[in-house]
């Protein structure tokens, strides 16, 4: 168990380290005001309309760096600071938001990929650990037995958390280039803005790509741990 928690450990130093960052360009980036005057709500407003999104409402939602798509009431949820602000943080928050819609319109692909292992990983993320756990306390270490079942069904589950985990890297890289792409063509920033809007979801999406590392290196250490004792 202590490389276990060096592991863990050493990935939440990461994660910690790439989302201060995160937070140091947000602030930074929030000092960047559109010459445009757009809120982050309207924004998300026009990016909605120049792609025929009529169905999908814009909200503000409380809290920092909450902003997200729900596709299930077809909400784009923005904190009150990228709702209301107008830089080039809000800008490039909303409108990565109104790429997720986007995705959701035409039926992205990995998004919808995502979108069916919700369910699954809801449940399953919590208890795979624990599963794992219990089964080699009841011998599934030696490849034998109910705990070797039990634990197995733990990593099966731990599995598909982590491919939820990296099917989530592509759809926030696309989301990030469709807004990226729209801000430029439809001249809503200027080439300093869009560097800054540019430079934000970059670190943003660090944060994705952390947590799925983050995954797979919990698998694997677990998966040895299970499979390591068979003969």
């Known amino acids: ?9 050493a990935i939440a130093l990461v994660s910690w380290a790439v989302s201060s960052q995160l937070k140091r360009k947000f602030k930074k980036y929030s000092q960047v ?4 005057g757009m809120s982050g709500k309207e924004i998300a407003e026009k990016m909605l309309l ?3 999104i009529t169905d999908v409402a814009v909200i503000s939602t409380p809290g920092q760096l909450t902003d997200h798509y729900n596709p299930k009431n077809k909400t784009v949820n923005l904190s009150e600071s990228v709702y209301n602000q107008r830089n080039a943080a809000a800008a490039a928050v909303a409108a990565h938001e109104c790429g997720h819609a986007v995705q959701h319109a035409q039926a992205y692909e990995w998004l919808t990929m995502r979108s069916k292992l919700v369910p699954v990983v809801s449940v399953s993320s919590g ?3 624990w599963l794992i756990i219990g089964g080699l306390v009841l011998g599934g270490a030696a490849g034998v037995g109910l705990g070797w079942y039990v634990a197995v069904a733990g990593v099966i589950m731990m599995g598909l958390a982590t491919v939820f985990s990296f099917i989530t890297l592509p759809v926030e890289y696309d989301a990030s280039n469709r807004a990226l792409a729209w801000l430029e063509n439809k001249h809503m920033v200027t080439r300093d803005e869009h560097a800054a809007a540019e430079d934000a979801l970059k670190w943003a999406a660090r944060t994705y790509l952390v947590a799925a590392i983050g995954a797979l290196a919990s698998l694997a250490y677990w998966a040895i741990q299970v499979f390591g004792g068979r003969d």
């Open 127 to 129: 208890m795979s650990q």
């Open 33 to 36: 005001h559109l010459e445009n």
């Open 50 to 52: 120049d792609n025929g």
């Open 1 to 9: 168990m202590i490389g276990y928690y060096i592991l863990i450990g």
